[in-house]
């Protein structure tokens, strides 16, 4: 039961600073479905798909950057008790 309580809270760390880093982005860009969204090259669903490509590559590198924040916040925790 610890390891899971352990888990959800370290999930609820790694959401905030998702959150936050989302935050500092600026404009938020969603994700298209038919080409139709800014930049969807007018229908052409190659575009749009590679534009979703590219969005969800943004948002992986994000909460890629979380979870490394995460770990180093509590490697330097555990340093200094």
């Known amino acids: 039961m610890a390891d899971s309580s352990h888990s959800a809270e370290r999930r609820r760390r790694i959401h905030?600073?998702?959150l936050g880093l989302l935050a500092r982005q600026g404009e938020l860009e969603l994700l298209a479905g038919d080409g139709a969204g800014i930049g969807g090259g007018g229908g052409d669903?190659?575009?749009w798909l590679e534009r979703n490509r590219r969005v969800v590559q943004r948002y992986q590198a994000l909460v890629r950057s979380a979870i490394t924040?995460?770990?180093?916040i509590d490697q330097e925790v555990g340093r200094h008790p």
Not at 69 to 72: G, S, Y
Request: charge should be negative; glycine fraction near 0%.
């Open 16 to 18: 905030d600073l998702v």
């Open 69 to 72: 924040l995460d770990a180093l």
């Open 45 to 47: 669903p190659a575009l």
